[in-house]
């Protein structure tokens, strides 16, 4: 008897392309409007991706309004400060201290919660861990709808933690400016390691 093994399915050239091959990380962009709804899209997309016990401490905030960005501006860097104040949107990414008290509905096949409850560090380690990785996931989402990022960690974190998370349990992570690309300013590609640069076989 014939056992059929179903092929796993790929994505096609252009959708690798721009995900990953073709995708650029962007300091400048285009004078256009980012709709609401590409953000919730990404959003969408990026929480089905995998966490930990699906720990799921990413926690953003879209700024977008002059005011906000002002608040935004003394944390950041020299280097950072123009191309953020004119991005479209900046994404805060942070990540939530306490995302064990969720765990209860977002992975109730066991007791995740007292894995983390009463253990200060090693929920942070794991918030952080996570909460990067979702940082990743949300940048490739971001792309799959059609936008352009710009991530930076160049920025004071104190700062953005008083300015926009002050009495909650999440921390900043990551900046990442949004919008469309202005493709005429982009510095030419850096390189690459290649395979064996990167990965071994044991």
């Known amino acids: 008897m014939t056992v059929h093994v179903p092929q796993p399915k790929q994505l096609s050239n252009d959708a690798l392309a721009q995900i990953f091959n073709e995708a650029r990380t962007h300091n400048a962009f285009l004078d256009k409007p980012v709709a609401d709804e590409l953000l919730r899209r990404a959003v969408d997309l990026t929480k089905m991706a995998p966490t930990s016990a699906n720990q799921s401490p990413l926690?953003?905030?879209?700024?977008?309004?002059?005011?906000?960005?002002?608040?935004?501006?003394?944390?950041?860097?020299?280097?950072?400060?123009?191309?953020?104040?004119?991005a479209p949107?900046?994404?805060?990414?942070?990540?939530?201290l306490k995302f064990f008290e969720h765990l209860p509905f977002l992975f109730p096949h066991a007791d995740?919660?007292?894995?983390?409850?009463?253990?200060?560090a090693f929920a942070e380690r794991s918030a952080f861990q996570n909460g990067?990785?979702?940082?990743?996931?949300?940048?490739?989402?971001?792309?799959?709808?059609?936008?352009?990022?710009?991530?930076?960690?160049?920025?004071?974190?104190?700062?953005v933690d008083a300015a926009f998370f002050a009495g909650t349990d999440v921390k900043s992570n990551v900046l990442i400016n949004i919008g469309y690309g202005?493709?005429?300013?982009?510095?030419?590609?850096?390189?690459?390691?290649?395979?064996?640069?990167i990965a071994t076989f044991a």
Request: proline fraction near 6%.
């Open 59 to 86: 926690r953003l905030v879209f700024v977008r309004s002059k005011a906000a960005k002002q608040r935004l501006a003394p944390a950041l860097s020299p280097g950072n400060l123009e191309k953020t104040l004119a």
């Open 89 to 96: 949107v900046v994404a805060i990414a942070g990540y939530d």
């Open 112 to 120: 995740a919660k007292s894995w983390f409850s009463g253990n200060a």
């Open 132 to 159: 990067t990785l979702q940082v990743a996931y949300f940048i490739l989402a971001l792309r799959s709808v059609g936008l352009d990022a710009g991530p930076m960690t160049g920025f004071d974190n104190a700062k």
């Open 182 to 197: 202005d493709a005429d300013k982009l510095f030419p590609r850096s390189p690459r390691f290649a395979f064996d640069q």
